[in-house]
């Protein structure tokens, strides 16, 4: 940190002095202090520090406006920060110049992509893929490949789907300057009662945190805050027994009662510290943490980054890049066994993972769905939020859905965890409003906004018609909470149904002598009630 408020100070010395210079003397202290600047930012944007880097270069563009390679930088590092729309006028002025850095293009279309310009994107992607095959870019120069330009590509179509389609009545905000800060705030953890969150921060823990020397930030440190009435108390670290100070320790995973902590530690080797590192455990007794345990059975030479259980502590599910996955970083999961030991990981399997990362992996305390977050399946770029539901009668996963807009960004959203009663989840993500790079939001269900829908049909046999008898089990695909238990008209085969509006919900039906059917429904935001007819047909078991 002496070096970001050293380059405060001396922009805010130099501004002091161009504006008191005589005017014979003026150019030659200017160049002399913008080459100082230039010394500086050019350090900051080699190590990828851009919002130093971006104080310098703005700076740099305020003496010697118009000049190219400032702009290109200018561009980048807002390409890199919260602010990503501002990359636009920069890039664009680069891109109309002569002889333009071969990439720009490329990453014009990416601040596009990032900006929510899906359709300017999407032409400035296939812009650059035609000056690829017909212009002999070097692809190497810039680490890109044509499959990814097209997958980026599909990326913007996503993106412009899943905003035609946002989730009804619901807002994310975020949480504030008592959870936020200036720097990296991210994985939040809740108990089953909302009153506990536990979070990671890079920011300075204690006195004795150090700072990573790959990134220059200080080691990711974990905090925890609890509720005053609905409001969020100023965050505080866990404690020395879990805050080592000079190795990344992160909140990766809670159970819902609260009392067991999953910690992620990187390693101690300085040159292995970002590429692996190991799930410890910490029990919670009469308030205070204990000191973390390696999971053994669980960890492996691999990098284990994540974890969540389920409320019977039976089920455990993590993120591993070890060997034998589908690509990246794959979700795995263990069972106690008998012995309440846990069992040899078993991969999730190919409807779940990708060949690209998937990780943040939440069980509801329901049981049955799982959430996390995948770089893979249809993401409008980065890390999108995804839940998948286990159907037990079938012993696997359904194929994952896109938790849509505004949860999911172009940029990553990660950890994304419900509230029990299903009307609040809390994540992280980088946008606009946050205080540092990524920022803690929570997704709101603004229920006073739903009307109710009368949801009627009659369920009949497929083959003569004939009226059944059933069970009508509704749950919200949402927070999966199971909405009731309901009966049709055992003369009739009748049912009717009030449900809120602006969510979506999976019917299953049961009867004696028939199979079992599932149906899920929309119901989209009615200006009045109305009703929504679903008939049903049965197929009897052979």
């Given at each position: ?25 003026q ?22 520090d851009?919002?130093?880097?971006l104080?310098?270069?703005l ?15 200018i561009?980048?590092c ?7 729309s501002?990359a ?6 680069v ?20 900006g ?28 890109i ?8 590509i599909?990326?913007c ?25 200036e720097y ?5 953890l809740?108990n ?11 920011r ?9 020397p790959?990134?220059?930030?200080f080691?990711?440190?974990i ?10 108390i ?16 992160s ?7 609260g ?6 530690q ?7 510290a970002?590429?692996a590192?190991?799930?410890y ?8 943490w ?5 999971i053994?059975?669980?960890?492996s ?15 455990l599910?993590?993120?591993s ?21 846990w ?26 769905k799982l ?12 890390f999108?939020?995804f ?17 849509g ?6 940029d990553d ?8 009663d299903g ?11 946050t ?5 803690i ?5 603004n229920d ?9 049909g009659?369920?009949r046999?497929?083959?003569?018609q004939?009226?059944?008898f ?10 999966n ?9 055992k003369?009739t085969?009748s ?11 999976s019917?299953?039906?049961?009867a004696?002598?028939?199979?079992d ?10 200006p ?15």
């Amino acid at each position: 940190m002496k070096t970001c408020r050293s380059l405060i100070s001396f922009i805010i010395i130099l501004n002091a002095l161009l504006n008191t210079l005589p005017v014979i003397g003026q150019d030659r202290e200017t160049i002399r202090f913008s080459n100082r600047i230039e010394e500086i930012a050019r350090e900051y944007y080699r190590i990828n520090d851009y919002n130093r880097a971006l104080e310098g270069y703005l700076i740099l563009d305020s003496i010697h406006p118009g000049n190219i390679m400032y702009n290109y930088r200018i561009g980048i590092c807002y390409l890199h920060s919260n602010r990503k729309s501002n990359a636009y006028p920069y890039l664009e002025f680069v891109y109309n110049q002569e002889d333009p850095p071969q990439n720009i293009l490329f990453e014009l279309a990416r601040a596009y992509h990032l900006g929510f310009e899906f359709e300017k994107a999407i032409i400035s992607y296939e812009s650059f893929k035609k000056q690829i095959l017909y212009q002999s870019i070097d692809l190497k120069a810039g680490n890109i490949e044509l499959s990814e330009l097209d997958r980026y590509i599909q990326m913007c179509r996503n993106g412009q789907r899943l905003i035609r389609n946002p989730i009804q009545n619901t807002s994310v905000i975020n949480l504030g300057s008592e959870i936020n800060s200036e720097y990296d705030d991210f994985g939040p953890l809740i108990n089953k009662d909302e009153n506990l969150l536990i979070f990671t921060s890079k920011r300075k823990a204690t006195e004795n945190t150090k700072s990573d020397p790959l990134t220059g930030q200080f080691y990711e440190s974990i905090f925890y805050s609890n509720k005053s009435g609905e409001n969020w108390i100023s965050a505080q670290s866990i404690g020395p027994s879990i805050n080592l100070g000079n190795i990344h320790t992160s909140a990766v995973g809670l159970n819902p009662q609260g009392t067991q902590l999953f910690i992620y530690q990187g390693d101690n080797s300085r040159f292995s510290a970002r590429i692996a590192g190991d799930l410890y455990l910490s029990m919670n007794n009469k308030g205070n943490w204990g000191k973390p345990d390696a999971i053994e059975i669980i960890n492996s030479k691999y990098w284990e980054s994540s974890a969540t259980i389920n409320e019977e502590e039976t089920f455990l599910v993590f993120a591993s890049d070890r060997a034998g996955g589908f690509g990246g970083i794959d979700l795995y999961f263990s069972r106690k066994n008998i012995n309440g030991d846990w069992a040899e990981p078993e991969n999730l399997g190919a409807y779940i993972n990708t060949k690209f990362d998937e990780d943040g992996p939440f069980i509801h305390p329901a049981g049955n769905k799982l959430y996390f977050s995948s770089k893979g399946h249809n993401t409008m770029g980065g890390f999108d939020i995804f839940y998948s539901e286990f159907l037990k009668d079938k012993n696997r996963w359904t194929r994952p859905e896109n938790m849509g807009y505004p949860v999911n960004s172009p940029d990553d959203d990660i950890f994304f965890v419900w509230s029990a009663d299903g009307e609040r989840a809390y994540f992280s993500s980088e946008r606009a409003d946050t205080y540092g790079n990524t920022d803690i939001y929570m997704l709101i269900r603004n229920d006073k906004e739903n009307t109710f829908v009368n949801v009627s049909g009659i369920i009949r046999d497929k083959i003569d018609q004939s009226s059944v008898f059933a069970e009508i089990l509704i749950k919200d695909l949402l927070s999966n909470n199971l909405i009731g238990i309901f009966d049709s008209d055992k003369n009739t085969g009748s049912f009717t149904i009030s449900l809120k509006s602006g969510r979506k919900y999976s019917l299953t039906i049961k009867a004696n002598g028939y199979q079992d059917k599932i149906m899920q429904f929309s119901i989209t935001n009615q200006p009045e009630p109305s009703e929504l007819i679903k008939n049903v047909t049965l197929t009897r078991k052979k």
